[in-house]
């Protein structure tokens, strides 16, 4: 724990699963999500989950680092999904209108759908 975030990573098949845990993402702890996702995206290209299940809030910055991944991401043809989105995480994606332009599934299973049809499309 760092910061008062927990980072769970997760090898599964085709992508990696990143769980962070933490009442919120603030700029205390925006570094360490940074440097996770950073690690992540400087290595072979893979997609990437996160689940948030365990985020109540989170600021500006922090979404930040999710879009910059997302976009690194979908240069080299990989996505990453969020799932588990709380209600005020979800709010604060939609009035910065990023919802529309973000992958949010609601739970794992849907999320490995996604990335299953994505893949084969590809």
């Not at 240069?75 to 979800?90: D, E, F, H, N, T």
């Amino acid at each position: 724990m760092v910061n008062g975030l927990v980072v769970k990573k997760k090898k599964n098949g085709d992508y990696l699963l990143l769980a962070f845990e933490a009442a919120r993402l603030d700029p205390a702890n925006c570094a360490v999500l940074q440097a996770e996702l950073k690690s992540e995206l400087d290595g072979a290209p893979t997609d990437i989950i996160i689940d948030m299940r365990g985020i109540a809030y989170a600021v500006s910055p922090a979404v930040n680092v999710i879009l910059d991944a997302h976009e690194r991401c979908r240069a080299v043809g990989r996505s990453v999904v969020l799932v588990g989105l709380q209600p005020a995480v979800r709010r604060i994606l939609s009035l910065s209108g990023l919802s529309s332009l973000l992958i949010v599934r609601d739970d794992l299973k849907a999320a490995e759908e996604f990335l299953a049809r994505e893949n084969h499309s590809n």
